[in-house]
């Protein structure tokens, strides 16, 4: 059956247990062309509901959160994002928000991960509505010692840090780590995950933010308006290069001789390239030298979000959260996370 197929008739149990798929409508977060204002680009509209298809849930979503990703898609920006896939003069999506925490409102016919009434989060498309469909294999079930809010936080930055950290990082335990940008959204989570992996960190972010990156567990913090991590004795085994946009060669110099780089992002704002230049440069430096320089685009799966769960319910990691907005100020929040020094992530209650 696909989306626009009538319902099979089906016995009343079967409907309570699948949920109600008719169409209704919801409040959402519309978005019909690229800009760098999101008062103008974005509004809020009342929308059809998403229908699914028998892979797909319906999640009543409780809240979502705002991520770097979220604000390239509303932009078009750095350009190539159009000619991947997104829309070349507008957005193909029209409703903007990745990450999720909610309720199984109801499931495709070939779903048997959930059953309606299932607290999850994740990621799906169009996370800043009333609701959105998602496909299960970017879907777990909520920890359960987080409020919807909190588990909204953890998806697309809290996966990005855990590959970071535990696959291209490749952290051991009592391994020197340093994160720069440790105070933002994925830093926060980069942090409290290396601490899990029994790392020694160093944060690196403003002054303002030291007692939050030592209070997440860094075991030192490096304040960047005043000093430069590659200037002395400490060598680091990885390092985490989340914001800031250091040079290679700036980075290489605090690395140990085999050290490795991961580099996760970094604002640039150039039109074209965004900071991308640099993660080529690293990939196209890597086989020629003796260190692993390099970088990724975090997958977003079922799996990784399990492992967050464990680490969150054992009080390892806690999303750190600066600010909570209502849907119809979502373009604020986007506005506060484009300057660049949000403390840990920035969530949508619907
Ligand atoms: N590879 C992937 O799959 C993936 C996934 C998610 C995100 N990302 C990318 O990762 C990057 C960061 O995302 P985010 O959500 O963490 O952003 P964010 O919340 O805006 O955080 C940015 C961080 O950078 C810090 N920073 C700014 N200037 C700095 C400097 N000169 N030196 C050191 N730190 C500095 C800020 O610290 P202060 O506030 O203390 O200045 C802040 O902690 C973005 O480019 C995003 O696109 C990549």
């Known amino acids: 059956m ?7 008739p089906r016995d009343a149990a079967s409907i309570a247990a699948r949920g109600t798929r008719g169409v209704s409508s919801m409040k959402a977060i519309v978005q019909d062309e690229y800009g760098t204002d999101a008062g103008r ?41 159009r000619f991947a896939g997104f829309g070349l003069r507008a957005p193909k999506a029209l409703n903007p928000g990745r990450s999720v925490a909610g309720t199984i409102e109801s499931i495709g016919d070939d779903v048997t991960e959930f059953r309606v009434g299932d607290e999850v989060f994740g990621t799906c498309a169009g996370s800043f509505a009333e609701y959105a469909r998602a496909e299960p ?49 994925v830093g926060t989570f980069a942090v409290q995950i290396a601490k899990a992996f029994e790392a020694e960190v160093t944060g690196v972010c403003s002054a303002g933010k030291a007692d939050m990156v030592r209070a997440l567990g860094a075991d030192h913090v490096v304040d960047y308006t005043h000093e430069d991590f590659a200037e002395g ?22 690395l140990t001789p085999r050290g490795r780089l991961v580099i996760v992002g970094g604002e640039t704002g150039g039109r074209w ?33 399990t492992v967050l769960r464990d680490l969150i319910e054992a009080g390892k990691v806690a999303p750190a959260i600066d600010r909570t907005y209502p849907l119809g100020e979502a373009p604020a929040a986007i506005r506060y996370m484009e300057q660049g020094h949000a403390r840990g992530k920035l969530v949508i209650t619907v």
């Open 2 to 8: 696909t989306s626009s197929s009538p319902m099979a």
């Open 41 to 81: 680009v974005l509004r809020v509209e009342e929308v059809g509901r998403p229908t699914i298809r028998d892979g797909d849930v319906l999640v009543r979503v409780t809240a979502a959160s705002v991520d770097r990703g979220t604000w390239h898609l509303m932009t078009g920006l750095p350009y190539p994002i």
């Open 137 to 185: 294999g970017r879907l777990a079930i909520k920890p359960a010692n987080l409020s919807f809010e909190h588990a909204a936080a953890v998806p697309v930055s809290a996966q990005a840090a855990l590959q970071a950290v535990r696959d291209h990082g490749q952290v051991q335990a009592g391994q020197n780590l340093l994160v720069v940008g440790a105070s933002g959204g």
């Open 233 to 254: 004795n400490h060598p680091y085994d990885v390092i985490l290069d989340i914001g800031g946009n250091r040079r290679l060669s700036h980075l290489r110099r605090a």
């Open 273 to 305: 390239l965004g900071g991308v230049d640099r993660q080529l440069r690293a990939q196209l430096l890597s086989p020629l030298v003796t260190q692993k320089l390099g970088t990724f685009v975090a997958r977003e799966n079922a799996e990784d979000l």
